[in-house]
């Protein structure tokens, strides 16, 4: 395979990596939607379902990615490093805050928007009460909830934090190192 092919199955991999993380988020919302009336463990069981998400897909596509990533002498001497490991996790979370934003957006604003309006009106009340915005702040956050583009950018970041915590600890798994060989090559 040339470097050309590689780099594109390579994308191909973060990219479906992204849209499968997403997906899955979204799924697992609805699920706590649907859940919302049924008691405390079964959502509790979902909000533990999203970080084991994050972390099977991200050791899954990730060591895909570092099967596309073999040692070379010139262009990856150390193989699939963590660096590139954690680079690769916090972009595919980075792409699912897409799919995992629109989904949200759609679930707020078409499905159940009295819900979830209802839902957010409470988190601005008790954000101003509890000092951490004032009333003002809080009705600007609540216009931004309703623009699509704030709601997948905001989405965007929460996923590349979340993601990026689960990274650290992915990315050592998947990681690739050549063995060691303390002799060095004969010219």
């Known amino acids: 395979m040339d470097e050309k092919e590689r780099r594109q199955k390579y994308r191909g991999e973060l990219l479906t990596g992204g849209m499968v993380l997403g997906l899955a988020m979204f799924l697992i919302m609805v699920l706590q939607y649907l859940a919302r009336n049924t008691g405390g463990f079964l959502v509790g069981f979902l909000s533990?379902?999203?970080?084991?998400?994050i972390g099977a897909i991200l050791i899954i596509y990730g060591r895909r990615a570092a099967a596309l990533c073999p040692p070379d002498p010139v262009l990856r001497p150390n193989g699939f490093t963590y660096g590139k490991a954690f680079g690769f996790s916090l972009l595919v979370s980075m792409l699912s805050g897409i799919v995992y934003g629109a989904g949200y957006f759609l679930l707020t604003e078409v499905v159940d928007p009295v819900?979830?309006?209802?839902?957010m009106e409470r988190v601005a009340e008790m954000s101003v009460s509890s000092g951490l915005m004032t009333a003002e702040q809080a009705r600007a956050g609540m216009a931004l909830m309703h623009n699509l583009f704030a709601v997948v950018f905001a989405n965007m970041i929460a996923m590349l934090l979340q993601g990026g915590f689960l990274a650290l600890f992915t990315a050592a798994i998947v990681r690739y190192r050549p063995p060691y060989n303390p002799m060095p090559p004969l010219q």
């Open 115 to 119: 819900y979830f309006g209802q839902a």
């Open 48 to 53: 533990f379902a999203n970080f084991a998400a």
